[in-house]
């Protein structure tokens, strides 16, 4: 099983600033099957990213994705105010996928 | 357009068995390629990995659920059942299902998911 590390757990930040999320796996993942969720409140999951860097369909460019191997990095630019949420990261790499424990991005 | 919806108890008891089902729409689980997962949450936690099926009828399982996970599918009706059995108070969570293309276990549509309870 491919463990996934998020850091940090909490976020406090201001709209308008940059929030910067960290995902490690525990060990590399092929062709970075690496993507992304975000969660609200009573709401399902979101895909966001995948393949790393690649935006799923209607996702603002203000939401980016970088890394490979085991490092991964969800950067949010100019944070909404709807963007305050919990964000996953999950690896697809093979079986069982796998998901961090997420980073809450809250309201400073 | 995609949608998924989760139905089926919201209660169960101690050492029974939860059927849940994913009525889809927007696909075709005969289509190659094509797959629906089910996923789980408990209150609070984070995301876990329950089970996987395919538009060719292969299927995946946790290894972490002691083989109580069955997934079928009913093409005809646009439909998967997720049965998991002898149920714990820890199995109390949020159940999704989900849609995959091409790559089983990445996940770009999910359904609002269901909250199931186990209780006595």
């Known amino acids: 099983e491919i463990v996934l590390t998020q850091s940090p757990g909490t976020l406090s930040l201001s709209p308008g600033e940059r929030a910067t999320l960290s995902c490690r796996a525990s060990?590399?993942?092929?062709?970075?099957?690496l993507a992304w969720y975000q969660q609200k409140p009573g709401q399902a999951p979101r895909l966001l990213i995948y393949?790393?860097?690649n935006r799923a369909t209607d996702i603002p460019d203000r939401f980016s994705g970088s890394g490979s191997g085991t490092d991964f990095t969800l950067t949010i630019n100019r944070l909404e105010p709807e963007d305050f949420a919990v964000y996953y990261c999950?690896?697809?790499?093979?079986?069982?996928?796998?998901f961090g424990l997420g980073t809450k991005v809250d309201i400073k | 357009q995609i949608t998924l919806k989760e139905s089926g108890p919201t209660l169960v008891k101690p050492t029974q068995t939860l059927t849940l089902t994913c009525t889809f729409s927007?696909?075709?689980?005969?289509?190659?390629?094509?797959?629906v997962g089910w996923i789980r949450q408990a209150p609070g936690k984070a995301l876990e990995w329950l089970a996987l099926?395919?538009?060719?009828?292969?299927?995946r399982y946790s290894p972490f659920l002691n083989n109580r996970l069955t997934v079928t599918k009913d093409t005809s009706k646009n439909q998967v059942v997720l049965t998991l059995t002898n149920m714990e108070p820890v199995d109390t969570a949020t159940y999704y299902c989900?849609?995959?293309?091409?790559?089983?276990?990445?996940?770009?549509?999910w359904g609002q998911g269901t909250l199931v309870t186990v209780s006595s």
């Open positions: 989900a849609h995959s293309y091409r790559s089983g276990y990445l996940y770009d549509y």
């Open positions: 927007g696909f075709s689980l005969s289509r190659s390629g094509e797959g």
């Open positions: 099926i395919y538009w060719d009828d292969d299927k």
């Open positions: 060990q590399s993942l092929r062709n970075s099957y």
């Open positions: 393949g790393a860097s």
């Open positions: 999950q690896q697809y790499n093979g079986s069982p996928p796998t």
